[in-house]
């Protein structure tokens, strides 16, 4: 099993910038890659990005390339997701999820962060 917790949520001002963390715990090394969703109210959850737990590899939505980077540090199975020129349709619950190496599917989520941009 793997737990994961995200932090680093709040409210910030249009054009301001976030980072979240995703922390995991528990059995880290089953991890392939971690990735990051959001759920806007009344609106189905969106890809944002993932990384590779080993190499590093990243990839994201194409409509969020150049604003968001994601990050790792596997000294502290920490994942980040770095959010510059935060626009108020970015507000949202965001969330980590974790693909085992034996799956090919999101099988551990955390419990969300809100991230609320106000214009």
């Known amino acids: 099993q793997v737990q994961l917790v995200e932090s680093g949520g709040g409210m910030v001002q249009t054009g301001g910038s976030l980072r979240l963390s995703c922390a995991a715990s528990?059995?880290?090394?089953?991890?392939?890659?971690t990735a990051w969703f959001r759920q806007a109210p009344g609106k189905e959850r969106e890809f944002v990005g993932r990384?590779?737990?080993?190499?590093?590899?990243?990839n994201y939505a194409d409509s969020l390339k150049g604003r968001f980077t994601i990050s790792r540090d596997n000294a502290k199975n920490t994942v980040y997701l770095q959010m510059n020129s935060l626009q108020p349709e970015d507000t949202a619950v965001y969330y980590c999820a974790a693909i085992p190496s034996d799956t090919n599917s999101y099988n551990y989520w955390g419990q969300g962060t809100q991230v609320t941009v106000s214009s």
């Open positions: 990384i590779t737990r080993t190499a590093g590899i990243t």
């Open positions: 528990g059995r880290t090394f089953s991890i392939y890659a």
